[in-house]
């Protein structure tokens, strides 16, 4: 059996310590960043449940360059994962037992970076499909509480990207 997955209530404390790490992941990356925000479900307060995961994307002029901070970033805790089965991505994950981060790095223009600001920003528009979204997480708990728990997620979440995606490209406002 592999880890075990945990769902809780959201709580603002999820931004403060978002908060926190940016401020760590400019110091460390601040010649390399154009953007960093918070993702995931962790940002959405509508959302009610969620893994207790910060989720940062952060934006890059040259991904080619995120190696360099490899020895840093183990420094401070975090595990280098490489591109981590997505192309064009540099993926850290902090903490083991309970995992308290996922560091996404993208190279500017990466259409994955739309795929995370557009959901976020659907959820914040439809602070009810999020909660939806938020209850379907905890009644799967229920049913997978390991490996499976993801894999059936991801069911629901590609429907959730896909109307986001679309949302996105109607109500965007930057040329992608």
Do not use: C
């Not at 439809?126 to 991801?154: I, T, V």
């Amino acid at each position: 059996m592999g880890r075990k997955w945990e769902v809780v209530a959201w709580t603002s404390e999820w931004h403060l310590m978002y908060e926190i790490m940016s401020k760590e992941l400019q110091h460390i990356f601040q010649k390399e960043i154009i953007e960093i925000h918070h993702v995931g479900s962790t940002s959405v307060p509508s959302i009610g449940y969620a893994k207790p995961i910060i989720d940062i994307l952060i934006i890059v002029e040259n991904i080619e360059n995120v190696s360099l901070y490899d020895g840093l970033m183990m420094g401070r805790g975090y595990r280098v994962r490489g591109e981590n089965g997505i192309p064009g991505r540099r993926y850290f994950t902090k903490g083991e037992n309970p995992r308290t981060h996922h560091i996404h790095i993208f190279e500017n223009k990466n259409p994955r970076i739309l795929t995370s600001l557009d959901l976020k920003s659907y959820l914040m528009e439809y602070p009810l499909e999020a909660a939806k979204y938020g209850l379907h997480k905890l009644k799967l708990l229920e049913s997978y509480p390991h490996e499976l728990y993801q894999q059936e997620k991801e069911k629901y979440t590609d429907i959730l990207v896909m109307k986001a995606l679309k949302w996105g490209k109607a109500n965007r406002t930057a040329d992608w």
